[in-house]
């Protein structure tokens, strides 16, 4: 299948870093930044252009996703059950694989089902209405140790959140950073009103990660900012 073109908006970028402020705020040297990001695509480039192509988002797009949450290290779960290179739990996974028709629209496209199908046998199972039991959770969590299927939901997850905030005019990739970072259900009713990223940045309404989130994306330097800015 083939997704409708989403332009991607990007409010203010280059804003500066306030050291200290946030838990992403360390600022960084555009070669430093620069680095992470090549090395990410350097061993992970081939994961990275194949589901970005099934899933039509940027590589550059995922290589600054992977920066912000690992700096390509595919780090082990943490107190939150967030995994590797993307960092996804899984609930996120069940939430985005069970809702992905409600958001987009249309079925998920039939390579990711099957692969996801394949991987974690027990997706077939899904089912919206019913929360995870432990056998499908533990099966989602040894699957996200994999670095392709960690890339291929992160980058699902993305997709579906472009099509969640898209309008007339395209998708703003601030808000997208936001809900990836929180949860779309946690996050749609706190980002409706705010369009640009300062205004987010400053808004206490924000938990702190997320706040420094978007620093670390969209700051002076960020990983995407840098990215962006030279389109």
């Known amino acids: 299948m083939s997704f409708t073109k989403v332009k991607i908006k990007v409010p203010d970028v280059n ?12 600022p960084e040297t555009i070669k430093a930044n620069t680095d992470v990001m090549n090395n990410i695509y350097r061993t992970y480039g081939n994961f990275i252009a194949k589901w970005g192509k099934v899933f039509d988002v940027d590589d550059s797009i995922i290589t600054g996703f ?4 690992s700096g390509g290290v595919n780090v082990s779960k943490n107190k939150y059950d967030a995994v590797g290179l993307m960092q996804v739990t899984p ?10 028709e409600k958001i987009v629209g249309s079925p998920l496209p039939k390579v990711a089902k099957d692969y996801f199908n394949k991987t974690i ?16 959770t533990t099966q989602i969590l040894v699957a996200l140790k994999t670095p392709e299927f ?7 997850i993305i997709r579906w ?36 990223t300062e ?6 309404i924000f938990n702190i990660e997320s706040r420094g989130y978007l620093l670390k994306m969209l700051g002076k330097n960020g990983f995407l900012e840098l990215w962006f800015k030279n389109k």
């Open 15 to 26: 804003r500066t870093y306030v050291s200290g402020s946030y838990n992403y705020s360390k």
């Open 66 to 69: 992977i920066a912000t949450e």
């Open 91 to 100: 609930d996120a996974v069940w939430e985005m694989i069970t809702k992905w």
């Open 121 to 136: 046998p027990l997706s077939k199972t899904f089912d919206a209405n019913v929360l995870p039991s432990n056998a499908v």
């Open 150 to 156: 960690n890339i291929a939901v992160g980058t699902g």
């Open 161 to 196: 959140l472009l099509e969640a905030f898209k309008d007339n005019t395209g998708a703003n990739i601030n808000k997208v950073m936001v809900s990836y970072n929180s949860g779309y259900y946690a996050s749609k009713s706190k980002v409706k009103n705010s369009q640009t």
């Open 199 to 204: 205004q987010m940045v400053n808004n206490k």
